[in-house]
């Protein structure tokens, strides 16, 4: 069957990815592999490639791997192009018309699809539908699967990261987003209402990371332009039919496949576009597997409320699961720096969790609990982490056997990790903590499904079942029966060897076999005239000849026929051991939930002891308070390379409530302004706050001697240039955008951390704009916020705003240079030291001086100005306006208009007007 109503779209020339080894560019013909326009009933065809030919035009925008025997062959265009792509030897078929081919062999076949996949490419699988040996005309071949790179689930996935499929949806007005993840039947789905409702989607996706995004075939272009510009690694993207995308078509879809007559249990109720947009995921996955993917049998709504929202800038400033530079050591980020999970489910969580923080004061407490009491009891604790060894992935097992490509030790493998819960449901029961008892609770420990498999399977199965010996003694008597008569021929081979030597005197005479001649008896030239009269003639060598005797055929056909009804039998067994494992399915996928959840746990507090974390207190009032508080990445990246010690530093800050009163003498501040030398350590004090709120609200404990906080609905950051300028935006304008987002969509129980803003335009404009910036956010929007900037004007701020205060890092001067303390201090920093940090990076002395030199000259420049200014006018405004403006302001401020009569409204309209016309 053709895949109904799908198209690749081709890929964009460049991989903007952050991974060095798909930074490459891609071939724009990557997926365009619609070779030949021909017609299987072309006259001129063999049948062979009429029956090529027919299965390449089902499937136009694959690659065509198609079964030979032991090969995958591929022909004409995609034979150029796999070769190309995969160095493998290009070669012709049929001499005459030197159609072009290359080929791999279907046992290593694995990797090189994974290649191609990596590449963008589709797949098409055309299998042998039947035995060579039982068919005189040509084979039956059909496409059993296609592979995208969305659907893959093979053993070469990254075991901590999901490999997403997606779907976008838009209508009216309404955003949704699907995603799949086929190797663990991970399923969710989002809806999005509103103007913002386009941009949250395409946040979502980004976050995702997914390998390929389906969008409606009508969808508009720029659609996908959206996704290239907000999606670090560039997805596949695929058109999908329009009719596809329909409540009637796509709706029923989700709820046959998940067995319900309503969404409503799934919370998709009222969220048609999601349903439709899940429905077309199905759609897709059944139209590539051919096969019902029973391990997907559940849905997530994902409500945003219940998460603290962190956008797709913010995840890549923070370097929360990849780095800011391609290629650049992954052990930077968040995610490396607290994983330490036993489990590929647990790494999967845990990297979830860093995008998806909690938003639910009591889901956190419950994990705080739990945490301190693993961290509490160090014979538990190791106890439970030991228990988690061995277990493999139980969901990506799963997958494999829904999607029959598990083979033998894949279910031994199930097997083998299932027989550990036992030991995990015991160290679990230890504890107490509320959640532990909820996770022991729901941990079954399948007994019986790992009793079928071990009872099943032999204890050490081969790779495939190709060869037997998958099932073990006493499953069926009829294998057992068709074994020893295999088993026995082969001694009764020996004992034929030993009388026919002695008959005929040869001692040198053998009894072998060989799959094209089967059985037979070699005796070599210098011999034949021993050869008795009942030898048949089979084959002549150069040094020997063959024969066969009516007993030996007769041998043949039992023994063979044994042998190829026992193999026939345990693939009929090992089908119904999968049927069997797989009525277990959502057992498993629960019990792969608790496992992760209870892993990630112990990983948290595994952490708190050996990097010595503290539990958070978490408060219903928006502050956050931290006491000699470390960057949790910069400090195990010092500690693990011996560079130097991580210096702790606190923090105060309380968001404004409603109930604030304007200015009090005790406020406590919602604004820090962070000054101070490049170098300093203002970024990293920034970052460190961001990350204890993050793993606080992951329900980590967190690296400070103490911290109190109340819960943040979102971080926002303004961090240094990004990587957008190659993606069609000017540092400034990516500056400004970001900003705009900031205040207009901040909360009071935000953190907003604001890095160098203004800095990519003129000094004027952009200490303006910082200016005004900070004032919004401390009149209007009240959000938690460090503000680092090396504009020194701004810091006049603190003394006009109540709830501004300045810190600064602190640094010592030497004769020797200066020296970064990496405390921050109270008070604005009093000098910039950045011809300091020039010398530092090696800038030309000749340049450092001419520098120095202009400097001064700068500096005495501006003494004289304001030596001038204070001569002549009123004392300096707190403000970077202009005193005319100020003295308007203050004029208007001293008339009551109320008392105006309208002429002397005008009078002062006139006079106003005057005041500004003067020099
Ligand atoms: N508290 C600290 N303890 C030890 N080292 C630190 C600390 N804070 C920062 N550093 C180190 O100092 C260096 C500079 O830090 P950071 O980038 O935060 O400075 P900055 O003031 O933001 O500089 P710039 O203004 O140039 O961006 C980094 O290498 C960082 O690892």
């Not at 059909?142 to 976008?168: I, K, M």
């Not at 510009?229 to 709706?251: I, L, P």
């Not at 909360?747 to 704009?769: H, I």
Request: glycine share 6%; hydrophobic share 40%.
């Amino acid at each position: 069957m053709p895949s109904p109503g799908t198209q690749a779209e081709p890929l964009p020339e460049t991989l903007l990815s952050g991974s060095a080894d798909t930074e490459k560019k891609l071939p724009s013909s990557a997926p365009d592999v619609k070779s030949p326009a021909k017609s299987a009933s072309d006259d001129n065809l063999t049948p062979f490639m009429r029956q090529w030919t027919a299965a390449k035009n089902e499937h136009p925008d694959t690659l065509l791997f198609f079964r030979m025997g032991d090969f995958y062959e591929l022909f004409y265009d995609d034979a150029v192009i796999a070769a190309r792509e995969l160095q493998l030897t290009l070669t012709a078929r049929d001499r005459e018309r030197a159609i072009p081919m290359a080929g791999v062999p279907y046992h290593a076949a694995e990797n090189y699809l994974q290649r191609l996949l990596r590449k963008g490419f589709r797949i098409a699988i055309c299998e042998q539908m039947e035995d060579p040996k039982l068919t005189k005309k040509i084979v039956r071949r059909e496409v059993t699967r296609v592979l995208t790179p969305g659907t893959a689930f093979d053993a070469s996935l990254d075991q901590a990261q999901n490999n997403f499929l997606a779907a976008l949806h838009e209508s009216d007005g309404i955003s949704a987003i699907a995603l799949l993840d086929l190797s663990t039947g991970d399923f969710r789905a989002a809806e999005f209402h509103g103007p913002a409702a386009h941009k949250q989607a395409i946040d979502e996706l980004a976050k995702a990371q997914p390998s390929e995004i389906l969008l409606s075939s009508n969808a508009p272009a720029d659609l996908a332009a959206d996704l290239t510009r907000n999606t670090d690694r560039v997805a596949a993207r695929t058109r999908v039919d329009d009719w596809v995308w329909t409540r009637d078509y796509a709706v029923p879809l989700v709820e046959r496949k998940l067995g319900v007559k309503s969404l409503e249990g799934f919370g998709l109720n009222g969220h048609p576009c999601a349903a439709i947009a899940a429905g077309v995921i199905l759609h897709y996955v059944q139209s590539t597997q051919k096969l019902d993917a029973i391990h997907i049998d559940s849905l997530r709504f994902l409500e945003r409320s219940n998460e603290l929202q962190l956008d797709p800038v913010t995840v890549r400033n923070l370097e929360l699961v990849e780095s800011l530079i391609a290629g650049q050591d992954t052990r930077t980020t968040l995610f490396s720096t607290l994983d330490c999970s036993q489990t590929p489910m647990g790494k999967r969580l845990l990297r979830a969790t860093i995008l998806r923080p909690l938003y639910d004061a009591a889901v956190i407490n419950a994990r705080y609990e739990a945490v301190a009491e693993a961290h509490g009891d160090l014979m538990c604790r190791e106890g439970l982490r030991r228990a988690f060894n061995g277990i493999l992935d139980l969901e990506r097992l799963l997958a494999r056997l829904s999607l029959d490509s598990a083979g033998p030790r894949d279910v031994a493998a199930l097997a083998a990790s299932l027989a550990k819960l036992p030991e995990l449901h015991k160290t679990l029961t230890a504890f107490t903590a509320p959640l532990w008892r909820d996770l022991t609770d729901r941990l079954d420990p399948l007994a019986d499904v790992t009793t079928i498999i071990t009872k099943t399977l032999v204890e050490q199965p081969p790779l495939t079942l190709a060869d037997g010996g998958v099932i073990a003694e006493g499953v069926s008597a009829e294998l057992d029966d068709l074994r020893r008569i295999s088993r026995d021929g082969r001694q009764s081979i020996s004992t034929i060897e030993e009388r026919e030597r002695a008959r005929t005197g040869i001692a040198s005479l053998k009894v072998r076999y060989n799959s094209v001649f089967g059985y037979y008896i070699e005796i070599s030239k210098s011999n034949l005239a021993l050869a008795p009269a009942d030898y048949e003639r089979k084959q002549t060598l150069v040094n020997a000849e063959r024969f066969t005797t009516p007993e030996l055929k007769d041998y043949e056909v039992r023994v063979l026929t044994a042998h190829d009804r026992a193999i026939e039998i345990e693939k009929q067994l090992f089908a119904q051991l999968r049927r069997s494992v797989l009525e277990a399915a959502g057992r498993i996928r629960r019990i792969s939930a608790v496992v992760a959840e209870a892993d990630m746990l112990a990983g948290f507090a595994h952490l708190a002891t050996i990097r010595n974390y503290t539990r958070p207190e978490l408060v219903d009032e928006p502050v956050l308070e931290a006491v000699a508080a470390r960057h949790p990445v910069i400090e195990d990246w010092m500690s693990a390379t011996n560079e130097g010690r991580f210096i702790p530093n606190s923090l105060y800050l309380c968001g404004q409530t409603q109930n604030d009163p304007e200015t009090t003498e005790n406020t406590q501040p919602s604004l820090l302004l962070i000054t101070g030398p490049n170098m300093g350590g203002k970024s990293t004090y920034l970052r460190q706050a961001a990350m204890l709120v993050l793993m606080a609200q992951m329900g980590s404990y967190v690296p400070a001697a103490r911290m109190r906080y109340g819960l943040v609905d979102r971080i926002y950051t303004r961090i240094g240039a990004s990587d957008n300028v190659a993606r069609g935006r000017s540092t400034f304008m990516v500056e400004m955008t970001e900003t705009a987002t900031i205040l207009n969509t901040a909360t009071n129980k935000s953190l907003v951390l604001l890095d160098e803003m203004g800095r990519g335009t003129a000094t004027f404009d952009g200490l303006s704009l910082a200016w005004a910036t900070v004032e919004f956010l401390h009149a209007e929007i009240g959000a938690r916020t460090l503000f680092a900037t090396h504009y020194h004007e701004l810091t006049m701020l603190a003394e006009k705003l109540p709830r501004v205060v300045n810190l600064r890092v602190g640094v010592k001067e030497s004769p020797s240079g200066i020296v970064f303390l990496h405390s921050i201090e109270p008070g604005a920093a009093n000098k910039s030291y950045g011809i300091e940090v020039a010398r530092l990076a090696g800038l030309p002395k000749a340049v450092l001086e001419r520098a120095r030199h202009v400097l001064r000259q700068h500096e005495r420049q501006e003494r004289r100005s304001v030596q001038a200014e204070s001569e002549t006018a009123e004392p300096m405004q707190m403000t970077i306006f202009t005193p005319l403006s100020q003295r308007i302001v203050d004029r208007l401020n001293a008339t009551d208009v109320n008392s105006l009569t309208p002429l002397q409204a005008l009078n002062l309209l006139e006079e106003l007007k005057q005041e500004l016309a003067k020099p």
